[in-house]
């Protein structure tokens, strides 16, 4: 190696006792609004990003000075072929997780410097899921695909193995990224920032506010209780989790919050919900903070009745799953409630499936139609009148079709 280095010195002295013309032409550039330093010499193509914007005057004379430090280099002998002499030099206070600072072309590369970057400021359940997802979706793509330059034909790519509404929620990730790694000077220009515009347009849907009528209500729990649909032979019975429905039904809570619950937390009058299990992670509730909800004479029988079943240890979970654990409820709603209620459906008895979470549309709707004020089921259901109007509050679709007669006002 110091004979190689040594072969390259003397050959860049030769070079440079010869005639100034042979020192390439080397200044800064505009590349898309960031600035680039790309010259040829003997033989071989250089590009080098000083940092900075083209637009800024102290970062183009940065870049000159770098510039005028690669042409001095080669007069002298002293060119560096690695170019990580001319590397800008950033130093970051103590706390920060330090990346690699070289600018980086490749999709992949980025999205590992940006996990690095940001692993201690997220929330377990991003990295432990969306991270998971996003590296899964990178995983699919050949190597030309996470390329700058290939970045307009990223998205039809992605839409061979993902659906739009799926890869819109990975792309809100790509975006940060992206993001990310132009503030930070590992990119030229916003290359991936706005993917999620090339998606094809989705129609709107009303599905997230759809409910259940009362009379439907009656006949899940009903099915679940009396195990109308489950196998004869099945160690696990449907009947286990009917408090479990009954009980989302009646307070509204949302099922990660359910699944949390333990006994600790049922008080004389109240339940207080301060923790969810969503994705397999134990965390604060959504709102990071716990809320109360009155304990009426129906939760109160249902919870007496649940004490039967399970055990009421301080620490113990009110609705465990058969085995003992918490409820995975990506797969509850796939063996149980979407069995079930379309079943249920095939006999008329409901309209439609709807998802577990659905429930929790179903409450909000029920209450504010029995008469509770809006501002009053806002701050039991730990939202807002603006969401509950937006997502949770499901018109009666008997009066919409004309099957009811409004009253005279």
Known sequence: MAELCKNYATQSM??????????????????????????????????????????????????????????????????????EKYQP???????????????????????????????????????????RDVDRMLGKLMANDLLPENACLLVGRLLGFYSAS????????????????????????????????????????????????RK????????????????????????????FIEFLYLTGCRPEDAIALTWDCVKDNVIVFDKAYSKGILKSTKNNKARLFPITPQIRQLLDRRAIYVSTLLNKLVFPSQKGN??????????????IIENLVSEGKVKQYLPTYNLRNTSITHYLRQGVDIATVAALMETSEEMINQHYWSPDEDIINNNVQLPEI
């Not at 990346?99 to 997220?122: G, H, M, T």
């Not at 819109?168 to 515009?197: D, M, Q, Y």
């Not at 439907?216 to 408090?243: H, M, P, T």
């Not at 995975?328 to 069995?339: A, V």
């Open 326 to 339: 918490r409820i995975n409820l990506k797969d509850f709603t796939q063996r149980y409630t979407k069995r």
């Open 14 to 83: 030769y070079e440079a006792g010869k005639s100034s013309s042979r020192v390439p032409k080397i200044k800064p550039r505009n590349n898309n609004g960031g600035i680039i330093i790309r010259f040829q010499y003997q033989g071989k193509q250089y590009t080098l990003s000083p940092g900075g914007r083209h637009d800024d005057k102290l970062a183009i004379a940065n870049a000159e000075r770098v510039a005028s430090q690669i042409k001095t280099d080669i007069l002298a002998g002293y060119f560096d072929y690695t170019l």
């Open 216 to 243: 439907e209500v009656d006949y899940i729990i009903q099915a679940f209780g009396g195990d109308w649909y489950c196998n004869l032979n099945s160690a696990f019975k449907d009947s286990y989790y009917a408090d």
């Open 166 to 213: 799926t890869l819109e929620r990975l792309l809100i990730e790509i975006e940060a990224c992206s993001n990310w790694a132009f503030e930070n000077h590992l990119t030229h220009t916003h290359i991936w920032r706005r993917l999620r515009k090339q998606l094809p347009e989705r129609p709107k849907s009303e599905r997230s506010k759809k409910a259940y009528s």
């Open 89 to 131: 030099r950033v130093k970051q206070a103590d706390n920060v997780v330090s990346i690699n600072q070289q600018i980086v072309f490749n999709l992949k590369d980025l999205w590992e410097q940006y996990k690095v970057a940001k692993q201690a400021r997220l929330a377990e359940t991003t990295k432990k899921s969306i991270w």
